[in-house]
C-alpha cells in the first residue's frame, strides 16, 4: 500500500529512552531525566484528589466540548469562553490548525531552530516550509515578514522559544502583528508561559480583540506538571476556532485529564512557587556557565541550552553514563550544545558537580 510520500521524508518522533532501560544497560540505582522539561516539583496536591474522584468515571467518554473546564479557564484568562480549543497536548492543536490551514499548494513560515512539530506537521500536509534562521537565539521577525505571500497561511512565533529560551518583546511583536496580512494566522506559542519573568513580555490575550487572525496556544504540560495527562489548548478568534473545530478529534482530551486541569487552575499559588524556584535553578546554571565562560541564552523558560564547544552528544554519553538524561543539541539544530531542564536545588547541585568534572 502507498502512503504519502512526504511521510518517507519524516522520522517517527523519538522519545528518549526509558529510565528503567538506563538503569538496566549502566548498571545505575538511580536516574534523573532533566531533558524534556518536566516540572521537577511534579503538581499541586489538587491536583491527585481530582484525579481520584474520577476514577470512578472511567467506563465514561469525557464531555467533548470540555465545559466545567472551558468555564474555569475562560475565566482565568479573561476571555470569552467560545475562544477555546482543547488538544491533547498542544501539539495536537498545532496538529488541527495545520490538517485545516496547510495544503501543497500553500506555504508556512517559522524560525529556525524551533519547536520541530510545525516543520512536521507542515511536511505531512504537503506545505513548502519557509524556515529564517534565528538571530542570536532570537526571531529574525522582519526576515519572517518578508517570507509571507499569497500562499502562505500560518507563520508560527514559538515565544519563549523552544530550544534556545529566547522570547520576542511587546516592543517587536506589535508592528509585527500590524504588517501580517489579515489572512495569515500568526500562531504564539506560550508553552512556557507561566515560567517568564521578563517585564516586557506581552501579555498577548488581550491583542486578540484587535487582531482576528492571532491564535495564542499554552498547555498544562510544564508548570502545571500534568504532561503525562496530555492536555493544552489554544485561543483565538471565535469565528476562526468554529472554522477549524471539525479537524479536531472527538473525545480528544480525557476526563481525568480535564478534572486534573480544572483542579490545577484553582492552585496558582503553587504555579507561582514553581516558578520562583525555577529562577533560582535558572541561576545556579548561569552562575556555573559565567565561571566557565560557556555560552547560553538567559531563558524565560524551565531549561537552559549550553554551549560546551564541542559534540553535545559527547555531554550527553558523558552524562548519561553517570544517571542523569539531558537533551543533546545535535537534535536541536545546535550541535556543540545540550538542552537541560531545570530541576531541583539538589538535581541542578548533582549535574553542575558533574558538568564541573567535565569541563575540567
Known amino acids: 500500500m502507498k502512503v504519502k510520500e512526504q511521510l518517507l521524508t519524516l522520522s517517527p518522533y523519538k522519545p528518549g529512552k526509558p529510565i528503567e532501560e538506563v538503569k538496566k544497560e549502566y548498571g545505575l540505582q538511580e536516574i534523573i531525566k532533566l531533558a524534556s522539561n518536566e516540572n521537577p516539583h511534579g503538581c499541586s496536591p489538587n491536583v491527585k484528589a481530582a484525579i481520584e474522584a474520577e476514577l470512578e468515571n472511567m467506563a465514561l467518554y469525557p464531555d467533548g466540548y470540555a465545559a466545567a473546564l ?3 479557564l475562560a475565566k482565568h484568562l479573561n476571555v470569552n469562553e467560545k475562544q477555546l480549543i482543547f488538544g491533547n ?7 488541527v490548525l495545520c490538517r485545516a490551514l496547510l495544503s501543497p499548494d500553500t ?10 512539530q510545525y516543520r512536521h506537521n507542515a511536511v505531512i500536509e504537503g506545505a513548502e516550509i519557509r524556515e529564517i534562521p534565528l538571530i542570536e537565539g532570537d526571531h529574525d521577525l522582519n526576515a519572517m515578514l518578508k517570507a509571507i505571500d499569497e500562499q502562505t497561511r500560518i507563520v508560527w512565533v514559538c515565544t519563549p522559544n523552544n530550544p534556545t529560551g529566547t522570547y520576542v518583546n511587546e516592543k517587536t511583536l506589535i508592528p509585527f502583528l500590524d504588517a501580517v496580512p489579515d489572512s495569515v494566522l500568526v500562531v504564539l506559542d506560550e508553552a512556557y508561559y507561566e515560567y517568564v519573568s521578563a517585564a516586557d513580555f506581552p501579555e498577548s490575550t488581550p491583542l486578540l480583540q484587535k487582531y482576528p487572525n492571532l491564535m495564542i496556544l499554552r498547555t498544562f504540560s510544564k508548570a502545571y506538571g500534568l504532561a503525562s495527562l496530555r492536555i493544552g489548548y489554544g485561543i483565538a478568534n471565535e469565528e476562526l476556532l468554529q472554522r477549524i473545530e471539525p479537524a479536531r ?3 480528544n482530551t480525557s476526563r481525568m485529564a480535564q478534572a486534573a486541569a480544572y483542579a490545577a487552575l484553582e492552585d496558582q ?7 520562583q524556584l525555577n529562577n533560582e535553578g535558572l541561576k545556579q546554571f548561569y552562575d556555573f556557565c559565567d565561571q ?3 555560552h547560553y541564552y538567559p531563558s524565560e523558560t524551565n531549561f537552559i541550552l549550553i554551549d560546551f564547544g564541542r559534540q553535545g552528544d559527547e555531554v ?7 544517571g542523569i538524561i539531558v537533551r543533546s543539541g545535535n537534535a536541536l539544530g545546535f550541535p556543540t550544545s545540550v538542552r537541560i531542564t531545570v530541576g531541583s536545588k539538589q538535581q541542578n547541585e548533582k ?3 558533574l558538568l564541573e568534572q567535565f569541563v575540567q
Open 249 to 251: 478529534e472527538p473525545f
Open 107 to 116: 506555504n508556512t513560515v517559522m524560525a529556525a531552530p524551533t519547536f520541530p
Open 351 to 353: 549535574i553542575i558537580s
Open 89 to 95: 497536548g498542544s501539539d495536537e492543536v498545532i496538529q
Open 316 to 322: 550527553f554519553q558523558y552524562l548519561l553514563e553517570r
Open 292 to 294: 566557565h565562560q560557556l
Open 269 to 275: 499559588f503553587f504555579i507561582e512557587h514553581c516558578k
Open 70 to 72: 472551558r468555564e474555569k
